[in-house]
């Protein structure tokens, strides 16, 4: 079983990605909800077809732009996933830390929090530590590489609308990559329908900074 597109031409071995195994494909088919792998959202056939992260990077944020503009939907637009994400979803390591949501990791691998909006320094800092990792990739010291992993996770949004928006643009990441099949993103739709309920948003100022924080934590724990 491959994902991989038909034909004898295309990108060259050596520029190509690793290809997805039978039991990683069998999964992505459980995660997105489909019999068979024609159904697997045909951005997962892409991602093999280079290494490049920042390819990977550009096809994600169009198909969640693409998402989001066929449900009338705005997502955030200071999204940057950073290249450790970018290479955490491509890899289906979705979950690095493991069953166990916790806040050390809760921005690691798949997460809400990924998408929460990102100042033009805060970008430049993520480019800046990704091209150190790749500059000492293969030479760093165990106490190097925790350095590099020091650091809190993105904060939570603080009220009604930057939860809103932060759920939306959560909605467009797992339909472009997973589809409507998905039971968790079916989840997270309606959670987000929800909050687009007229009474629901006249409530906005029953959404203290506590509550928001713990609707993000629920949607990182169920996921």
Known sequence: ???????????????????YSSEQIAALMGYCGVSSPGGIPKIWRKFPTTK??????????????LWAKQQGWEINKNIYLEDNTIDDIVAMNFNPAGGLAEFRTAAKGLSILTLRPKSAT????????????????????????LQLEKGDPPAPATE???????????????????????????????????????EVEGLEQEFSPLYCRQTTWACIYDG
């Open 1 to 19: 079983t491959t994902l991989a597109n038909g034909g004898s031409t295309g990108p060259k071995k050596a520029e190509t990605g690793k290809q």
């Open 52 to 65: 490049r992260t920042d390819t990977h990077r550009q096809w994600i944020m169009h198909g969640m732009q």
């Open 122 to 145: 805060m970008v430049e800092d993520a480019k800046r530590l990704a091209r150190a990792r790749k500059m000492t990739e293969g030479s760093r010291t165990l106490g190097e590489e």
């Open 160 to 198: 009604f609308y930057s939860l809103k928006l932060n759920i939306t643009s959560w909605c467009a990441l797992l339909g472009a990559l997973f589809g409507n099949g998905c039971g968790y993103f079916r989840d997270v739709q309606e959670l987000r329908n929800i909050l687009d309920q007229e």
